[in-house]
Structures are given as C-alpha cells and as structure tokens.
C-alpha cells in the first residue's frame, strides 16, 4: 500500500499527539505535550486530514491555555467527571464495547480484535497508564505505533500484517469514535474537550477514507 501526501512517520506522530490530548492531564502528560512541539505538528501534518484552519487555530489555543494552573485544574475535574468518576453516571465512558454493544459494558467480544493487535505486537500498557486496552487513547497510540511499524518495517510480509492490522484498528475507530464525539459535545463543560473529539473524528474519517483509495489504487 502506496503512502499519500503524509507519511506514515507524520501519521504516527499525529495519532500520539491525540492520544495525549485524551489522556488524564497529568504533569506527565501536560510535559509531553509541550515537548511534542504540538504547534507545528497540528499547522503542518492535521491540516491535511482535518481541512478545517478555524478548528486547527481554535485547538492551538485551547492547548496554549493549559500552561495555566487553573485551567490544568478545571480540565483535571472534567477529566475526572466526563470520563472516569460522575454520579449517578459517567457521561462519557471512553471505552470501544460502550458505543457498539448492546450491552454497553467494558471489555466486550466487539474489540477482541484490538486485544489480539496490542498481543500480537508484543505491547503491553505503562504501568503509568492504569486503564483499559479499549481506552480511546489506547487505540491511538496503537494507530502511532503501527504507522511507525510502517515506516521502519524492510520485509514483505510483516509490512502485510502491520498493513492489515492498521486497517483493522481504523475500522474500529471509525464505527464508535463518531458516537464517542457526539457524547463529549453533548456532555462537555469544557471546550477542550470538545473541539478534541471533533478533530480526532475528523482525523480518523480523513485517514479511513484516504487508506481505503490507496489500497483500492
């Protein structure tokens, strides 16, 4: 499969980049998102995938803001509210199996494909990161691995496999991550959150769609 106008390398530094973006905002994850040197990543690679300078501008500023100790506060409480801790319920669980099962529990046979990627690559989770394999920031930074996989792979075969896995993890992406968006807009306090779904969404449509031509080319 033939790369587009982004290499695979700028495609795993996109999908890190949002993988932070949705994890707890830690002093640990505020740092690497600073070092990520996140303004030229989203003026540069999103551009592309998103089309959108109004959203892209909007997410800069939205990330500038959290050098502020009081923002860095508020995001940390609807962090904790939206996606972990509410009562009577959490508004926005961030899992795979709550938006396609039926049953809308964690942990579901719907994303046995993703627990099978994340063994078959020999990964395993930081033990800093004390969540879910379905975790929404999970499977991004699973999509950033892969696409490096991507780039650095030499044989045949294995560049099949990772190929084919990358495939697999977009489709999941894309069955659940629009209705993930829909429920963080809805639900949010905070406009962080939300203008980060909808470029997430954008980004995961964008790259499904141009994947799916390249492979068909």
Known sequence: MRESGLSY?????????LSLLLQY???????????????????????????SDDLLEHLIEEIKEMNKEDRIL?????????FISSFPKVPCPPYESIYVSQERIVMTDEVEDILNLIN??????????????EHVAVELELASFL???LTELTDKESMEIA??????????????IPKFEECVKRESREEFYRVVVEVVSKVIGSEYLEITRLKQA
């Open 9 to 17: 390398l700028n495609r795993a530094a996109i999908f890190s980049l």
């Open 147 to 149: 696409s490096k996989e």
């Open 25 to 51: 905002p830690s002093d640990d994850t505020i740092k690497a998102l600073i070092k990520a040197n996140r303004e030229k990543l989203i003026e540069n690679l999103l551009k592309p995938l998103v089309k």
């Open 120 to 133: 078959r690559w020999g990964l395993k989770l930081s033990d800093n990161f004390k969540d879910l394999p």
């Open 163 to 176: 190929e084919k896995d990358y495939i697999t993890l977009l489709n999941h992406l894309r069955r659940w």
């Open 74 to 82: 508020n995001l940390r409480k609807e962090y904790t509210r939206l």
